[in-house]
């Protein structure tokens, strides 16, 4: 199932353009700017989850040799309206600036409440120590079901709870009560052979990226800004800054570096505005760069949560009525992602009967942001594990049950329209089919530990966004593709080759570049899944439009009609003329003529991403430990631009959805300290933990992109932490409902079996 | 012989990727430091701070070290390798370019340890196991790849040097 055969450079696995300076050390990320008279940042930290800031005295800080100056909330602008956050969401900046500093109240540990700059980090460092912050302690809510209690101490004052646009009248710490709703779910659970309902919880993870948040910031005395960053969107910064610092978005330029990791984490601004203030008050260029005690105490993470879900299905299998209660934990400030956790809740089935109650709260944790497709993983945790108990308690089999109920093309989704072409039964068909599959587990693994198979689907609905490029044709023939997506892990390459595709030209003859906020117009972020899709119909577009403006210019040089003026792949010809793009690129030059086009274009991406797992563990009964022997990713990318990308991005996916199940989560005391916030205690996996990756690429054209692409990122890390459960039930016959599934929780449900 | 100046910063002298370097440092600055902000090696990242990414691996006479763990005074006289002295853009070494043409790297923050420690693998050892290369870069985390395209990168590179 590959592309090659139609296509000349789609489908091939070309070496990305930016890879020989990231395997050279010569790549420039955040951290590695340097400016001219560059000072050093330094954010002071709140060490309570919850407290009121009483005073904050700067003045023996700035006192210390080398401190240029200290801010603290006072400093910050007042704040209040929206700006776009990405994946088509707001933010509201009066809460982002809060986050960024805290002005009068601290809501978790890690909470910046002043900063300082000075010429080297160790001087900005001590002086932290020298800031006197005083504290009034409050009780933290730290778990989301006590801060939905009644009497729970609020976080925010002005909070109302939000239930269809009317508001409660009274402080709440849920933001929002949010309802799903289809046909009738009591005539559905009355039609069902069996029901199963059970309850899950959810501890709070990281994105994980290996590079800290890292950006540099110059203020000059004529009022531009210009800010280096590390981030998945620059324009996003640039939105962010001008709000939270209240100045003129024109004055403010964004210039992206390379970026080392995001999965939704490098969308938030947390240093970028207060970089600025510092170099407005130092009048000197500021870099700052986060530790990683500072990333996992203050950025990212993903919604704890408490999950409950009831599902029927009649006699045959096919699932009469699913309920779903989601009560997410959206960190400090609201917005945990919670409608995407609803939509994806039951999405890879056709269901008649559904209600989906979901409830976005705050609690005394870091502010919560995209990771991945936010919020799917651990509500189709829950329906995944509750579809495999209703397989076994009927005696069907997993990957039958899954497609006879799977849900395909005109077929209802929560907050909706209902769905386009889309490919989970072909994944399911694929899965059956698979090497993996069919191959009989062998149930006893090494010194007698038992092995269990497990299978999950997973959904995850893909944005479309806006994309702005140009393209130059340059004298040789070459084409400047001038981008403002960010490049994460590729999209330089999978864009090139679109674009390439488009013109008729090589892959070697497109030079990518991502650019800043000035050069390039608007661009939405790169996260969604949305850049090879939204960017690639962009220099689809863009490459069109080129080839417009060249066959006006040859009418004219060659004095024909335009309409005569046919092309084949880089070929233009008419009336005994014919020449290549590269013959072309010389004759314009000569005649003082430029192929100079921009374009800004906004896909509609309607279709959404499906994927099965197939994954075989090994359970140690004796210490808990589960280890993934073999693991089988399979999705439908669409069709797969460079298959190596795609199944790169599965196998991320994967990885990360491994940490998810078996190690990762965050440790807090009563009193909301995070007692785990170095890579030793928070463990991401290592290629221990990891066994090869198997990829199935499943190519179902997405009919609202010229060829066919949907959109690979987020979705593989959708199954795994339920195939995993599912896989050690197998095994041991456990059902596990809390994450991680670690070595303590899997021994001590051993002993209570 | 360590000179301690007016300044209280530390002359240090060593030999990076073959060339002889001295510059100052303060006592307190690790050698990770000493690389990206004395020496313009940027190619050394800081992923953690305390030893458990491998982000910031060089080579230090021999053994594979975590940079952010070892002060810059401690490489007075030393030899180090760090990721750009592996190979240069137009003369890539061979496990540079399988990196590249395997996609063993999506953000690529991860990919000078990865080299640099597999490096230190391959001189030690030529010919390891499957096994013996996922023990060896256990301290190395990567969070985009998920390791395998990594190691299919390490595995092309050894088969080559093997059968030449
Ligand atoms: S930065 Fe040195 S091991 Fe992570
Ligand atoms: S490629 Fe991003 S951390 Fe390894």
Redesign the interface.
């Known amino acids: 199932m590959t592309t090659e055969t139609k296509y000349r450079v789609i489908g091939t696995?070309p070496?990305?353009p930016?890879?020989?300076?990231?395997?050279?050390?010569?790549?420039?990320?955040g951290?590695?700017v340097?400016l001219p008279r560059m000072a050093h940042g330094k954010v002071l930290r709140s060490p309570h989850a919850h407290a009121r800031i009483l005073s904050v005295d700067t003045t023996q800080a700035e006192a210390l040799a080398g401190v240029l100056a200290v801010i603290c909330g006072r400093d910050m602008p007042a704040v209040s309206g929206m700006a776009a956050a990405g994946e088509g969401g707001d933010m509201n900046m009066r809460y982002a600036s809060n986050n960024v500093m805290a002005h009068d109240k601290a809501l978790y540990e890690g909470h910046a409440v002043a900063a300082v700059v000075a010429t080297s980090p160790?001087i900005a460092k001590e002086a932290l120590k020298l800031i006197k912050v005083e504290y009034e302690v409050l009780p933290p809510v730290i778990d989301v079901r006590k801060a939905m209690e009644p009497n729970a101490p609020i976080l925010l004052e002005d909070l109302r709870t939000d239930t269809g646009g009317v508001k409660s009248e009274t402080a709440s710490n849920i933001a929002a009560h949010l309802i799903a709703e289809e046909g009738d779910i009591e005539k559905g659970f009355a039609d069902a052979a069996v029901v199963v309902e059970r309850e899950f919880t959810f501890q709070t993870v990281h994105?994980?990226?290996?590079?800290?948040h890292a950006c540099a910031a110059e203020w000059r005395a004529d009022g531009q800004i210009t800010v280096w960053a590390s981030t998945q969107g620059s324009f996003a910064v640039r939105q962010q800054c001008a709000a939270i610092l209240q100045h003129p978005i024109g004055q403010l330029k964004v210039i992206p570096t390379?970026?080392?990791?995001?999965?939704g984490g490098k969308i938030p601004v947390y240093l970028e505005p207060i970089a600025a203030v510092l170099s407005r008050k130092a009048q000197r260029p500021v870099r700052m760069?986060m530790?990683?005690t500072e990333v996992l105490m203050a950025t990212g993470p993903t919604p704890g949560a408490y999950i409950k879900v009831k599902m029927g299905a009649d006699k045959n299998g096919n699932i009469t009525a699913a309920q779903g209660y989601l009560a997410y934990e959206a960190g400090a400030y609201p917005d945990s992602f919670i409608g995407a956790g609803m939509t994806c809740l039951f999405a890879p089935y056709n269901l008649k009967n559904v209600r989906i109650d979901g409830f976005d709260v705050v609690v005394n944790k870091p502010s919560s942001t995209a990771y991945r497709a936010p919020g799917a993983p651990i509500a189709e945790f829950a329906s995944e594990t509750v579809l495999d108990e209703i397989a076994e308690t009927l005696g069907i089999d997993r990957l039958a049950i899954r497609a006879q109920n799977s849900a395909k093309e005109g077929d209802w989704r929560p907050f909706g329209p209902p769905y386009t072409r889309i490919g989970h039964q072909e994944c399911v068909a694929a899965a059956q089919a698979s090497a993996h599959w069919n191959t009989p587990l062998v149930r006893e693994g090494k010194d007698g530990k038992k092995r269990g198979r497990g299978v999950a689907s997973g959904y995850w609905g893909n944005w479309d966004g806006i994309s702005s490029c140009i393209g130059r044709l340059n004298p040789n023939g070459t084409v400047s593709l001038l981008e403002g997506s960010t490049d994460?892990?590729?999209s330089r390459a999978s864009i090139a080759m679109q674009f390439a595709e488009a013109f008729g030209v090589t892959y070697e003859q497109v030079h990518p570049a991502v650019v800043d906020t000035d050069t390039v117009d608007y661009n939405d972020v790169t996260g969604g899944s949305r850049t090879t899709f939204g960017t690639g119909y962009a220099v689809y577009k863009l490459a069109k439009k080129m080839q417009g403006e060249i066959v006006g210019q040859l009418a004219g040089l060659w004095d024909v009609p335009a309409e005569s003026i046919t092309i084949d792949g880089s070929s233009y010809s008419s009336n005994g003329h014919s020449a290549t793009i590269t013959q072309l690129a010389k004759l314009f030059e000569e005649n003082g003529i430029h192929i100079n086009a921009s374009i800004t274009a906004k896909g509609s991406n309607l279709s959404g991403a499906f994927a099965t797992h197939i994954v075989d563990v090994e359970v140690d009964e004796e210490t808990g430990k589960v280890d993934i022997v073999r693991y089988t990713a399979i999705q439908d990318a669409g069709t797969a631009i460079h298959p190596?990308?795609v199944?790169?991005?599965m196998?991320?996916?994967?990885?990360?959805g491994i940490g998810w199940a078996l190690s990762e989560g965050y440790v807090y005391d009563s009193e909301g300290h995070l007692k785990n916030a170095?890579?030793?205690d928070y463990r991401?996996p290592?290629?221990?933990d990891?066994p090869?990756?198997e990829t199935i690429i499943v190519e179902v054209p997405n009919p609202t992109h010229p060829y066919g692409v949907r959109g690979v990122g987020e979705v593989p890390i959708v199954p795994p932490c339920a195939a995993i459960a599912n896989a050690i039930h197998d095994a041991t016959g456990l059902r596990l409902r809390d994450l991680p599934m670690s070595p303590s929780r899997v021994w001590e449900a051993l002993e209570k079996q | 012989m360590a000179v301690q100046i007016a300044s209280g910063k530390v002359a240090i002298s060593a030999t990076i990727n073959g060339e002889p370097q001295t510059w100052l440092s303060e006592p307190r600055e690790t050698l990770l430091e000493a690389l990206r902000d004395r020496l313009g090696l940027t190619g050394c990242k800081e992923g953690c701070s305390n030893g458990n990414c491998g982000a910031c691996n060089v080579v230090m006479d021999g053994r594979l070290v975590n940079t952010c763990c070892v002060l810059a005074v401690e490489a007075q006289e030393s030899e180090i390798t760090t990721v750009e002295g592996l190979g240069t853009p137009d003369g890539l070494i061979p496990l540079q370019k399988n990196f590249l043409e395997e996609a063993g790297l999506q953000c690529g923050v991860c990919t000078p340890g990865f080299l640099v420690a597999t490096k230190a693998l391959l001189d030690k050892n030529p010919n390891p196991t499957d096994d013996e290369i996922r023990w060896w870069l256990a301290g190395n985390l990567c969070r985009c790849t998920g390791y395998d395209k990594i190691l299919n990168a390490i595995k092309k590179t050894i088969a080559e040097t093997t059968t030449e």
């Open positions: 696995r070496v990305r930016d890879g020989v300076d990231k395997v050279t050390g010569r790549a420039i990320y951290a590695d340097v160790h994105q994980g990226y290996i590079e800290p390379e970026i080392g990791g995001g999965f760069v530790d990683r994460i892990g590729g190596s990308y199944e790169g991005q196998q991320g996916g994967v990885a990360q170095t890579l030793l991401m290592t290629s221990l990891v090869p990756i």
